[in-house]
């Protein structure tokens, strides 16, 4: 199925798709998309994938996604990444005023990760968590 041709397509991307045709008939050429278009485009994430945005408005998908990564202010990982997303909270504020912090992981074949840490830790738990969550069995 050729996302450019999806009907039924939120009425949103509809929107900014046609803002990027008209702006394609009127460019000239070697002129750049304005801020004004890549707001409009960034702003369709997380509600649409940046492939699907992408390829609906015909934009390169590794400036999107370095576009949305700087608004966002997240490590490129964590836009295509299940598992970073669905871990993402913020540790620091969580263990900076308790004497000890523990994070147990479980996955569905039985492996378990426990982290203990006393006092602040120097420690990238996200980092940590990641790597038990991808590792190869």
Same mark, same amino acid.
């Given at each position: 199925?050729?996302?450019? !041709?999806? $009907?039924?397509?939120?009425? %949103?991307? !509809?929107?900014?798709? #046609? @803002? &990027?045709? @008209? /702006? =394609?008939? $009127?460019? $000239?050429?070697?002129? =750049?998309?304005?801020? %004004? *278009? /890549?707001?409009?485009?960034? @702003? *369709?994430?997380?509600?649409? #994938?940046?492939? !699907?945005?992408?390829?609906?408005? #015909? ?5 999107? +996604?370095? =576009?949305?990564? !700087?608004?966002?202010? +997240? ?13 993402? &909270? %913020?540790?620091?504020? @969580? ?26 830790? %120097? ?9 038990? /969550?991808?590792?190869?069995?």
């Amino acid at each position: 199925m050729d996302p450019k !041709n999806i $009907t039924g397509v939120s009425s %949103d991307l !509809n929107k900014v798709k #046609s @803002a &990027f045709e @008209a /702006w =394609r008939k $009127t460019k $000239t050429k070697g002129s =750049r998309i304005s801020q %004004d *278009l /890549w707001k409009q485009a960034i @702003a *369709l994430y997380p509600k649409f #994938s940046i492939g !699907n945005i992408s390829t609906t408005l #015909s934009l390169s998908y590794t400036d999107l +996604k370095k =576009r949305v990564e !700087n608004k966002i202010g +997240k490590h490129s990982s964590s836009l295509n990444d299940p598992v970073a997303a669905l871990m993402a &909270f %913020d540790f620091s504020s @969580a263990c900076s005023s308790v004497s000890e912090c523990v994070v147990e992981m479980e996955d569905g074949n039985g492996a378990k990760m426990r982290l203990c840490f006393k006092g602040k830790t %120097d420690f990238d738990l996200l980092e940590l968590g990641k790597s038990f /969550w991808m590792r190869r069995s």
